[in-house]
């Protein structure tokens, strides 16, 4: 299989004598992921988000995204760098 890429898990350890569980919490070195955890991950890295957290924290996310595409609309417009940035003179 060509484009392979690796994956580094840190805090891991094998313990081939070890019983696997399911929707038991799962630690990764001082991280301690729970049942029903969001994890989202892309090229940059993963995220979990605690399940009562996940309705805040994805429309936080919706709003920055938002604020991100306006910020490059206007700033393919040109205008001065202060008043992109909402300081007045």
Do not use: H
């Not at 301690?32 to 957290?53: A, E, H, Q």
């Not at 805040?56 to 008043?83: G, W």
């Amino acid at each position: 299989m060509t484009g392979r890429i690796g994956l580094c898990i840190r805090g891991t350890g094998k313990d081939f004598g070890a019983r696997g569980w399911i929707n038991a919490p799962t630690e990764f070195d001082d991280l301690t992921v729970m049942p029903g955890y969001l994890i989202v991950g892309d090229g940059d890295g993963v995220v979990c988000i605690p399940r009562l957290l996940a309705r805040q924290v994805v429309e936080a996310s919706r709003a920055r995204v938002d604020r991100s595409k306006n910020f490059r609309a206007r700033a393919r417009a040109k205008p001065r760098c202060k008043s992109m940035a909402g300081i007045e003179r």
